[in-house]
């Protein structure tokens, strides 16, 4: 499957951001689906993930109550929701599909190009 992240820009501190995450060549529904982030000089980390029926979510504990993730199968298309954005979350954004069992898996099989944001103080 192949995964295009895209809806990144530049948004001021406390305003909000909703990335896509456009999937092709796949079976989309059979992929648990991951947001993850990787700032200038640092790790990249988890931010949410979705199951394949779209009813279990997980969060980062940074993510818990300003982020949303959700899924529309039908368009084969996973979001994210960013609200009250901090400048410390400039970031490239990407998404990740799963063969995994659950949203608690590390294990993520396809990776697409990523999408920055850029927050600004």
């Known amino acids: 499957v192949q995964l295009q992240a895209s809806g990144g820009g530049l948004v001021q501190a406390g305003g909000s951001l909703r990335l896509a995450c456009a999937a092709s060549?796949?079976?989309?529904?059979?992929?648990?689906v991951g947001w993850f982030r990787q700032a200038p000089g640092k790790e990249r980390e988890f931010v949410a993930a979705i199951s394949r029926n779209g009813i279990t979510t997980r969060y980062a504990d940074s993510a818990k109550g300003r982020f949303t993730i959700s899924r529309d199968n039908a368009k084969n298309t996973v979001y994210l929701l960013m609200n009250s954005l901090k400048p410390e979350e400039t970031a490239v954004y990407y998404c990740?599909?799963?063969?995994?069992?659950?949203?608690?898996?590390?294990?993520?099989?396809?990776w697409g190009p990523g999408t920055q944001v850029t927050v600004s103080s």
């Open positions: 990740a599909a799963s063969r995994g069992q659950s949203t608690i898996t590390r294990a993520y099989d396809y």
């Open positions: 060549g796949g079976t989309f529904g059979s992929y648990i």
